[in-house]
T-cell receptor
């Protein structure tokens, strides 16, 4: 079945450091890919998405590129802030839109 | 501002009590979902609905039940709460017939059963 794998956390960075959170997936066909963010005490918010190969999703300084050849959708940010401390979830939707799969989440802590 | 609302945000309740967690959305979405989030953060789908009078159980077995009498409302009920039900419960909805639009989540209900 479809699945999403993320790098294990927690990830701890200093403010202004470069961030990469790895995400790889297994799916048949052409899934859509998503990154969600969960701030402390809140629900999940859609951060960015990409619906086809080579698409780049971006939002709030975060970027991720849909790489079908490596089945990856890594999240990157050039300079993290303390306010980016949260849990990040990679997710996919199969191309029939019937199956939505979340990764296990990666906790990011940014220190001042 | 939230388009999907969950109440209460926090609930502490005694064992054996009946509880209903409320979820409402104002976006007219047909698909709605309930997830249980364990302390390790992982999300587990416990119920979903594709429209009025449609409800299905998710991947994780749950003693809770749901109903969908109105498009905007998707409450979750526990007939007899137990300490093992202590968790964060997240409600979500999605646009149109396809999940590739992504989900909109509520802020969650953190349930503690003592």
């Amino acid at each position: 079945g479809d699945s999403v794998t993320q790098m294990e956390g927690p990830v701890t960075l200093s403010e202004e450091a470069f961030l990469t959170i790895n995400c790889t997936y297994t799916a048949t066909g052409y899934p859509s890919l998503f990154w969600y963010v969960q701030y402390p005490g809140e629900g999940l918010q859609l951060l960015l998405k990409a619906t086809k190969a080579d698409d780049k999703g971006s939002n709030k300084g975060f970027e991720a590129t849909y790489r079908k050849e490596t089945t990856s959708f890594h999240l990157e940010k050039g300079s993290v802030q303390v306010s980016d401390s949260a849990v990040y979830f990679c997710a996919l939707s199969d191309d029939y839109g019937q199956n939505f799969v979340f990764g296990p989440g990666t906790r990011l802590s940014v220190l001042p | 501002e939230a388009d999907i609302y969950q109440t209460p945000r926090y609930l502490v309740i005694g064992t054996g009590k009946k509880i209903t967690l409320e979820c409402s959305q104002t976006m007219g979405h047909d698909k709605m979902y309930w997830y249980q989030q364990d302390p390790g953060m992982e999300l587990h789908l416990i119920h979903y609905s594709y429209g009025v009078n449609s409800t299905e159980k998710g991947d994780l077995s749950s003693e809770s039940t749901v109903s969908r009498i109105r498009t905007e409302h998707f409450p979750l009920t526990l007939e007899s709460a137990r300490p093992s039900h202590t968790s964060q419960y997240l409600c979500a909805s999605s646009e149109g017939p396809w999940a590739n639009y992504g989900y909109t989540f509520g802020s969650g209900t953190r349930l503690t059963v003592v």
